[in-house]
């Protein structure tokens, strides 16, 4: 598979490193990649190469994850023409970020802020004036921090669940 990408990339010649980490349902630190170029038939393309665990998520340790799994998928570095990361310090950070780091070992590989993250971040600002909306997450947030701050409350909500023999859910922040 990573063949036929390697392929599809070098007819155009550039591609895009896509970049996020969060935790998974077992609250360990995922590093996904994904890479975007536009194939030969000027089609845009997004391939994921993988999730990768984080034990360690500064700024040092996911540039190098980033170059190693461009490495490892012998991607060509000098193809590399675009970084994308949320606006997190850690990412984005214009003296010791990981944008910064990747681009003084790729200068090409120019920062662009995620699109993604950035209508999440419109969507947020643009709801903040609707009250019903606003207090919807209030009442959200006000359970999950009952629940998460007590472990006797999580564990009877998990007993809960299970009595009624439905999906069991556990919340995220």
Avoid at 19 to 38: G, M, P
Avoid at 103 to 127: F, G, T
Avoid at 132 to 145: H, P
Wanted: charged share 25%; with cysteine.
């Amino acid at each position: 598979m990573i063949n036929k990408l390697r392929s599809s990339i070098n007819d155009v010649g550039a591609y895009a490193a896509l970049v996020d980490e969060t935790k998974d349902a077992s609250k360990k630190e995922q590093l996904s990649f994904l890479i975007r170029f536009v194939d030969k038939n000027l089609d845009i393309q997004e391939k994921t190469l993988g999730c990768y665990h984080m034990k360690i998520c500064d700024a040092q340790s996911l540039s190098d994850a980033i170059l190693k799994i461009i490495d490892e998928n012998k991607l060509d570095r000098n193809r590399c023409i675009a970084q994308c990361y949320d606006g997190a310090s850690v990412m984005s950070g214009a003296f010791s970020g990981v944008q910064t780091r990747i681009a003084n070992v790729i200068p090409q590989a120019i920062y662009v802020h995620c699109h993604a993250h950035r209508l999440n971040l419109c969507l947020v600002n643009s709801i903040q004036g609707v009250k019903a909306v606003v207090d919807f997450f209030d009442t959200v947030q006000g359970l999950y921090t009952f629940l998460m701050n007590g472990h006797t409350r999580y564990e009877k909500f998990i007993q809960i669940q299970k009595d009624k023999k439905i999906h069991v859910m556990h919340l995220e922040r």
